[in-house]
């Protein structure tokens, strides 16, 4: 097996070791980009289809995300608006409705319902430390309750209730019996309220998101290694040596840029604190597979559709417009998540095509039924993924575990859009946990 020496080794090109990586550039620091797939982005994978960029993976960003905004710029990316003109659908038990104002069309008592829950969750977003989420005010407390559990208490209204779950949902990527009240919480303050989540996606890449991923790695030249899955990480206090199958790589410091379940299936020796051991074993991806439907033309638009629905019954519980910037064809993105995409990913392709049109058929008509192409990315099958769009934590393991998730081990850093303490869980934070590493990095090195 080969060994070669550098500096730092940074394991997952994805949008956190890819940042990484530029900043120790720009501090002219030798280093390794090792990626287990045949591409970067991790995450973030677009793919021209008929000639139309599909985004499978992460798409949306927005005004607030510093980082994401210039990094677009710096790559020369630009930006196409979310479609949002027209009527909304929602779907809320059993009863269809529609609106135009951005807001839910609910009864009055669950527009009050509503209301007072996010006053309750505006409340809860204050007492949370960001940078350390177990130190917050209530912090047990909060830790020890379900989502689900919550809500169930504070929510006194059917229709006020299906509506948040159905966000929470797709946001979350599972169940709301399986994160804790603070893991959620937390999220939301990552972004600077429940509030700046519902707005957060403004607009999306015109050139995919995997575009951005290409020209920063292209920025890093042969420092990019393809086909290079990490599998032993051997260090010591100040030196450390990964190993793939094909060769090693000797430095002083690793950044492991991954989600926590996968650095978990690293073999350490020595073996890791069991602090942290015991946290990647409690740490799962949620749920989600994402359809792009395209069709001739943008057909609800012409009904005055926006294209957004939400609806608390079937497999899709969320809907947007991802037609193309340059007009002409028409596409929708429906997401699938948490139970739902369970059930959907034990289907075949046809099958769940199928389910997906009939779907969208709820909310655009028999016209939905009827697309040029399908396409689909299951991200739970995807061997260096399992899930998406972030992990995220059960009740009872951020109090207990979560110091682990930040803390350094020896010559060992980690990042990933999970260890974010800004926009967790979006490409935002990714980049500012490979941000965060790699000035952890560069102070060790003295720099």
């Known amino acids: ?25 720009e501090h002219q620091v030798p280093f390794v980009l090792l990626e287990a797939r045949d591409r970067v982005g991790g995450r973030m994978f677009s793919r021209a289809e008929d000639g139309v960029v599909v985004d499978y993976g992460a798409q949306w960003i927005s005004s607030k995300q510093r980082r994401m905004t210039e990094l677009l710029e710096r ?5 196409t608006p979310t479609y949002k003109t027209g009527r909304d659908f929602y779907e809320l038990q059993g009863r269809r409705r529609l609106s135009s104002s951005r807001i839910p069309p609910l009864p009055p008592a669950s527009q009050l319902d509503v209301l ?17 989420p177990w130190r917050s005010g209530a912090a047990r407390t909060m830790d020890a309750t379900t989502l689900r559990a919550w809500l169930d208490r504070t929510l006194w209204t059917k229709r006020g209730k299906a509506l948040y779950e159905a966000i929470a949902e797709e946001g979350l990527c599972g169940e709301l019996g399986e994160f804790s009240l603070l893991d959620a919480v937390w999220s939301a303050a990552t972004c600077g309220g429940f509030d700046e989540v519902l707005n957060a996606e403004q607009r999306w890449v015109t050139e995919g998101a995997q575009t951005l991923a290409d020209r920063m790695a292209a920025a890093l030249g042969t420092a990019v290694r393809l086909g290079a899955a990490a599998r032993i990480v051997e260090w010591t206090a100040d030196a450390v040596t990964v190993r793939t199958d094909r060769e090693a790589w000797s430095g002083k410091r690793v950044i492991l840029a991954m989600p926590p379940a996968f650095a978990g299936r690293l073999r350490y020796e020595p073996g890791l604190p069991y602090m942290r051991d015991l946290l990647t074993q409690r740490t799962g991806q949620g749920a989600v597979i994402k359809s792009v439907v395209a069709y001739e033309r943008p057909f609800w638009r012409e009904a005055g559709f926006s294209g957004a629905a939400f609806m608390d019954q079937g497999p899709i519980r969320l809907t947007t417009d991802g037609s193309p910037a340059a007009g002409g064809h028409g596409a929708l993105v429906a997401l699938a998540t948490g139970r739902s995409a369970r059930a959907l990913g034990l289907l075949s392709e046809a099958e769940r095509r199928s389910v997906v049109l009939r779907s969208l058929a709820v909310p655009f008509g028999p016209e939905a039924l009827r697309p040029e192409a399908y396409y689909e990315k299951d991200w739970m099958s995807d061997p260096w993924s399992r899930g998406g769009y972030a992990a995220h934590f059960a009740p009872g393991v951020l109090t207990q575990y979560g110091p682990a998730l930040f803390r350094p081990v020896g010559p060992i850093r980690w990042a990933g859009t999970e260890t974010a303490t800004e926009w967790r869980s979006y490409m935002e934070g990714a980049a500012q946990s490979g941000e965060r590493a790699a000035g952890e990095t560069l102070r060790d090195l003295g720099i």
């Open 1 to 25: 097996m080969p060994e070669h020496r550098t500096e730092v080794i940074i394991v997952g090109a994805g949008l956190a070791g890819l940042t990484a990586a530029l900043h120790l550039q």
């Open 75 to 79: 790559f020369g990316l630009s930006t």
């Open 116 to 132: 007072r829950l996010r006053k309750r969750l505006r409340a809860l977003e204050r007492r949370i430390d960001v940078l350390a």
